[in-house]
C-alpha cells in the first residue's frame, strides 16, 4: 500500500490543529491520489499539520476499516461501501459528506480515429476494469456496458483488477489492448490517450463520499473534513479531471 503525505484541515480548528500531536490520519480510493495529494500541499502551504494519506481500492480501504485500521478518517469512489461503514457502526454518518464526482472513459495507448465511438474504443483481446464484483469504477462500467448493449461481447475480454489505477498501468504499459478508468486517471497518465467516453446516464451517478470514522479522536480531523468539503478544495480536484456535484439552489 503507498503512503503519501498530504492534506488539510479548517480555519475554525486553527488552534487546535498547531498543538496536535500529528495530523489526522486518511483512508483514501486509489483514484484519489493525484489531487489530494496536491490539497495536502496546498493544507501544509497554510501552516497546518499535514494527514497522512494511505491509498488503495474503495474496497480495500473499506476493509482496513472494518478491521479496526486505526484511521480518523475514510474517502471512498462508492456510497454503497460507505453506506456499509455507516451501517456498521465503523463510520459517523452525521458527518458524512458527498465531496465530488467522475466520468469513464476508455483509454489505450494510441487513441484511434476521433468518433470512433465506444464500441471501436474497446477493440482488441484484453479489456483492463476494476473488478466488477468489487471495485467501484469496475461496477459504474459494468452498469454502463449492460445498459448499452455490450456487456455480453466484452465480458469475456475482462482482465479484473483490485483498482481503477492498477487498470490504468495495465493500460500504460500496453499489456491490454484498452482500459476503462475515471476521466481523472486519464488526466494524470502522460502514456494513455482518451479513445471514447462512457454516456454518465447509463451507469448510476458516480459519487466520492466522505466521513469520520467514528474511533476518531484526533482534534483535527473534523477540520480537514471541512476543507475537503470546501470550494478550494473542489477547484483542485476539478483540475485534476474530477467533476464538480450540482449544488442545491440557496
Known amino acids: ?32 491520489q493525484g489531487a489530494l495529494d496536491e490539497i495536502g500541499a496546498e493544507w501544509d502551504r497554510r501552516g497546518y499539520r499535514t494527514p497522512v494519506i494511505s491509498y488503495a481500492g474503495s474496497q480495500a480501504v473499506a476493509r482496513q476499516v472494518e478491521g479496526g485500521a486505526p484511521a480518523d478518517i475514510v474517502v471512498l469512489a462508492d456510497i454503497e461501501w460507505m453506506d456499509m461503514l455507516v451501517e456498521h457502526g465503523r463510520a ?32 482488441g483481446n484484453r479489456i483492463a476494469m476494476g473488478d466488477p464484483d468489487a471495485v467501484p469504477a469496475g461496477r459504474y462500467a459494468r452498469a454502463a456496458l449492460v445498459t448499452l448493449g455490450l456487456w455480453r461481447s466484452v465480458e469475456p475480454r475482462v482482465i479484473a483488477t483490485d483498482s481503477v489505477r492498477a487498470a490504468l498501468v495495465l493500460a500504460e504499459r500496453g499489456e491490454v489492448d484498452a482500459a476503462i478508468v475515471y476521466a481523472s486517471d486519464a488526466a494524470a497518465s502522460n502514456t ?40 478550494d478544495a473542489a477547484r483542485i480536484f476539478v483540475r485534476h479531471g474530477f467533476v464538480p456535484l450540482p449544488r442545491a439552489a440557496d
Open 192 to 231: 494513455v490517450a482518451i479513445a471514447a467516453h462512457v454516456p454518465p446516464a447509463a451507469h448510476p451517478p458516480i459519487r466520492y463520499s466522505a466521513a469520520l470514522l467514528t474511533k476518531s479522536e484526533n482534534a483535527d480531523a473534523a477540520g480537514f473534513l471541512g476543507f475537503l468539503a470546501s470550494p
Open 1 to 32: 500500500m503507498r503512503v503519501a503525505l498530504a492534506l488539510l484541515l479548517a480555519t475554525a480548528l486553527a488552534a487546535c490543529s498547531r498543538d496536535a500531536p500529528r495530523g489526522p490520519v486518511v483512508l483514501a480510493a486509489a483514484s484519489l
Open 92 to 123: 459517523d454518518g452525521t458527518t458524512r459528506r458527498d465531496l465530488i464526482s467522475n466520468r469513464l472513459v476508455v483509454v489505450r495507448r494510441t487513441s484511434g480515429p476521433p468518433g470512433a465511438g465506444l464500441q471501436r474504443a474497446l477493440a
